[in-house]
Nanobody, 122 residues
Framework: QVQLVESGGGLVQAGDSLRLSCAASARAFGNYAMAWFRQAPGKEREIVAAISWRSSTYYADSVKGRFTISRDNAKNTVYLQMNSLKPEDTAIYHC????????????????WGQGTQVTVSS
């Protein structure tokens, strides 16, 4: 069983930055692929970024060049650095975990955190 706890969300203005963290209680955290998804009101959960167990990464087109996903296996934590935030980035951000390789499909992830709210005002 893997438990995930997100933190770092908040209310910011357009152009600001935030760093989200997802702490995992997992043995062999290094064997998990991790991903950040987001869900805005009335919309489906969508992939933001993902990182495999070997640290290869994926980014949604909407965040390329602005967001960076990284992991620290010694701390069992994955991060999402978000720069140049836009109002359309407003959503609840969830981290997910699955074995080894990442997927862009939410249904492929076995474990989820409760989410952290990010609100970007214009």
């Amino acid at each position: 069983q893997v438990q995930l706890v997100e933190s770092g969300g908040g209310l910011v203005q357009a152009g600001d930055s935030l760093r989200l963290s997802c702490a995992a209680s997992a043995r062999a955290f290094g064997n998990y692929a991790m991903a950040w998804f987001r869900q805005a009101p009335g919309k489906e959960r969508e992939i933001v970024a993902a990182i495999s167990w070997r640290s290869s990464t994926y980014y949604a087109d909407s965040v390329k060049g602005r967001f960076t996903i990284s992991r620290d296996n010694a701390k069992n934590t994955v991060y999402l650095q978000m720069n140049s935030l836009k109002p359309e980035d407003t959503a609840i951000y969830h981290c997910g975990a699955r074995s080894l390789t990442y997927s862009t499909e939410a249904r492929a992830y076995n474990y989820w955190g409760q989410g952290t709210q990010v609100t970007v005002s214009s």
